[in-house]
């Protein structure tokens, strides 16, 4: 599978995130599974790993609530796996794949340099697993880059509450109520282009407001 195969249904900001370490000339060999899981698949993980099944690595209940911090950006509470979708639509853990050649011990070294560049964080270092990395953890948004371009816009939904958190590259963010013409942009999980719309200004006022 490609890297688009592999990093679809991930959040925008984590995607632009992992692309840009792999950009990364000594990472240039890696690559990453299939970073999206659905509840079936995160349920045969964990399944195996709790019977104690050979080739199965430690794997989140994927009924299981996680807590939050007060940091949190987002009112609903990330459920199962990171790996799986959230309640904002997307999926906000990719698990890294190192060259055959490469030990994990070696692997581990070769990206701890880049990360705080690329605003990720390896969440899962307590069981192991160096490969696993997210931008959105329990405490928050890890710092690190946005998308740069001045036509990128991303939203989240919190579908708990019916509000949008919404991203304009270059400016900021900021949470909004849900009106009807959003539903095309949630639907598409990211708009980019001209914004054509008489409620865009009334937008950027509040996100500079936010900012």
């Not at 299939?34 to 099944?53: C, E, I, N």
């Not at 990720?120 to 928050?140: D, F, I, K, P, R």
């Amino acid at each position: 599978m490609t890297l688009d195969d592999n990093l679809r249904g991930t959040h925008p900001i984590l995607e632009m995130r992992v692309r840009g370490l792999l950009s990364e000339p000594s990472l240039k060999a890696y690559g990453t599974y299939p970073a999206v899981r659905t509840y079936s698949k995160q349920k045969y993980l964990y399944d195996g790993w709790k019977a104690g099944k050979r080739g199965f690595n430690t794997a989140a209940d994927p009924d299981r609530v996680l807590m939050t911090g007060p940091d949190f950006p987002y009112e609903w509470k990330p459920r199962g796996s990171w790996h799986m979708i959230q309640s904002d639509g997307y999926g906000h853990a990719v698990d890294l794949k190192r060259p055959w050649h490469v030990t994990r011990a070696q692997a581990d070294r070769a990206i701890k340099p880049f990360l705080n560049k690329w605003g990720l964080m390896q969440t899962a270092l307590n069981v192991g697993e160096w490969w696993h990395l997210q931008a959105l953890t329990s405490q928050g948004w890890v710092d690190g880059p946005l998308p740069s371009s001045g036509d990128e816009m991303f939203i989240t939904h919190d579908q708990r509450n019916d509000k949008y958190q919404v991203h304009v590259a270059g400016l900021g963010s900021t949470v909004v109520d849900s009106p009807a013409h959003w539903q095309e942009v949630i639907a598409n999980g990211r708009l980019t282009g001209t914004y054509a719309s008489p409620h865009m200004e009334a937008l950027y006022k509040k996100i500079a407001q936010s900012a």
